[in-house]
């Protein structure tokens, strides 16, 4: 993990409020691990967190959605710009535990880790992928080339299938599933992998401040206890989670 002023390699916005950002950065980085990004001229405080959403080299990328000062202040950076980033941070998805077939399920931008970690299971994980419409869809066409199979669901049916994407998965022909998303959408997952005994691994989300598991403003209540979603997530076993 290192703190790094860097500069903008890219930072594009791809579709309605989504952007993507990419720097230099040269350490390993995990599946399912973020970064906390701030911009160096202090017009927001405290760093944003951001999943890493693809890496090519020595190039990693994140995909956000704007949703306020922070991430529209990110979001009018411009190549050669500079940013500090903080990372890679978290524990990701293990990858030991997704050996077998495994269906991975992303909700809106909650698609963003997914793309990495779709790139390092290859052709074995099936993916599925929902939005709300034809106007707010982006990278699935990224997802199609890495993934075995590639279902696509929007929720007015204006692309692909129509409804909720957790509707499209056929669960007992994995042997794992990892997501991120909406509560709602991981809820569902949770309860009808647990129903199938099917292991299930969730990305969740927290407001942070620190994103290194020493403020406790991420802590959610498991099964074992307090956990820090920066620290110890923000991927956990559904098992874990009450
Ligand atoms: C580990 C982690 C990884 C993340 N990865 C991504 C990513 O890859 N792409 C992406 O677009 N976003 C991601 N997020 C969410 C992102 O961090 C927030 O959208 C961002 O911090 C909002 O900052 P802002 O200043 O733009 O908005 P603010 O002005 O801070 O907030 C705007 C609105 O967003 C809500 N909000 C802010 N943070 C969160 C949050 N963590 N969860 C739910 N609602 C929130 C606020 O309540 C408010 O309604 C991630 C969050 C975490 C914790
Ligand atoms: S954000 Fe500070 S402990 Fe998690």
Redesign the pocket.
């Known amino acids: 993990m290192k703190v790094l002023v860097t500069s903008v390699v890219k930072n594009d916005h791809i579709s309605k409020n989504i952007c993507r950002l990419s720097v230099e950065f040269d350490l390993e980085i995990k599946p399912g691990q973020?970064f906390m990004l701030k911009t160096t001229d202090d017009a927001?405080l405290l760093p944003?967190?951001?999943?890493v959403?693809d890496v090519n080299g020595n190039i990693v990328s994140?995909?956000?959605?704007?949703?306020?000062?922070?991430?529209?202040t990110i979001s009018s950076l411009h190549e050669n710009d500079k940013i500090q980033v903080f990372g890679p941070l978290?524990k990701g998805f293990d990858i030991s535990n997704l050996k077998g077939k495994t269906a991975v399920i992303g909700g809106g931008?909650g698609v963003?880790?997914l793309l990495y970690l779709c790139k390092v299971l290859g052709k074995k994980a099936d993916v599925y992928l929902g939005y709300k419409d034809s106007e707010n869809m982006y990278i699935f066409d990224e997802f199609k080339s890495l993934a075995g199979r590639c279902v696509i669901v929007t929720e007015d049916g204006s692309y692909g299938e129509k409804g909720y994407v957790t509707d499209y998965v056929d669960y007992e022909h994995y042997d794992a599933v990892a997501a991120c998303g909406p509560e709602i959408m991981m809820n569902k997952i949770a309860h009808i992998c647990k129903t199938q005994n099917i292991k299930c691994y969730l990305s969740l989300?927290?407001?942070?401040a620190c994103g290194m598991g020493a403020c406790l403003g991420?802590t959610i209540e498991t099964k074992a206890g307090n956990k820090r979603?920066?620290k110890d997530g923000?991927v956990f076993d559904s098992e874990e989670l009450i």
Do not use: Q
């Not at 944003?48 to 999943?51: A, D, Q, T, V």
């Not at 994140?62 to 529209?72: A, S, V």
């Open positions: 973020f927001f944003r967190p951001l999943s959403n994140f995909l956000y959605r704007i949703e306020g000062k922070g991430t529209k978290g931008i963003a880790p989300e927290r407001r942070m991420c979603v920066c923000p």
